[in-house]
């Protein structure tokens, strides 16, 4: 008897594509892989309702769900509308209380707002805004996988990540992230999978450690 395939999605960070899992293997005799896109949002839409429109679009039932950065944060509010048989995040937050000082400062002077929705569209920009001047390295690979810029997109994005305020997350979340991340530093980071040497891009180049470990993590109980 063929055993049923486990649906597994995948959501990807902030304005990026869904070819930032290009490497990304799971043995095909257990898992059937599903890439997600990030749509444009309506006006003024709030992440709940952006979340519940987005998971009309998913076509399983009690699906894994795997999201990247502030994919992550999305991932953790489809849940709250599907029913999901693992959650996992990536290089991401749990909470608002795991975001970086420099966030929450941008956030409680609303800088974000400082910046014209034309000029958000620019990929330097949005990215020194939301998470501080020192991206270059990062910033060129990014280029590579970036496919959303839609200055709405990209204005709503910001905001929503900054002023992301959720308390209290899954107690069954499995979190996995890099020592290495410089955009949600390891130090305000609690009860996660610590990747040694992961940056916040670890999804792209520690591809082999996510290959050799997701599908253990995914059956476990």
């Not at 209290?168 to 290495?180: A, K, T």
Request: charged residues 20%; positive net charge.
């Amino acid at each position: 008897m063929n055993q049923e395939l486990i649906p597994v999605y995948f959501m990807p960070g902030m304005a990026a594509s869904p070819k930032i899992f290009e490497h990304i293997k799971l043995p095909e005799n257990r898992f059937e892989i599903h890439k997600l896109e990030w749509i444009i949002p309506l006006e003024n839409e709030s992440l709940n309702d952006y979340a519940w429109r987005f998971s009309k679009g998913i076509e399983h039932n009690n699906i894994v769900l795997l999201g990247v950065s502030f994919g992550g944060v999305l991932a953790q509010e489809i849940s709250k509308h599907i029913k999901v048989k693992k959650l996992i995040i990536v290089s991401s937050v749990k909470s608002m209380h795991e975001l970086p000082k420099r966030m929450l400062i941008t956030k409680a002077t609303k800088a974000y707002k400082l910046i014209p929705t034309q000029l958000a569209s620019h990929i330097d920009i949005f990215y020194k805004l939301a998470f501080g001047g020192n991206v270059t390295k990062r910033l060129e690979l990014y280029k590579k996988y970036l496919s959303v810029n839609n200055s709405t997109y990209l204005s709503w994005a910001i905001k929503n990540m900054l002023c992301w305020n959720q308390e209290n997350h899954d107690p069954n979340i499995i979190h996995i992230h890099g020592d290495n991340d410089a955009v949600f530093p390891i130090k305000n980071i609690a009860n996660c999978i610590v990747v040694k040497g992961g940056t916040h891009i670890m999804i792209i180049n520690k591809y082999k450690w996510f290959n050799e470990n997701l599908p253990r993590l995914i059956l476990e109980s």
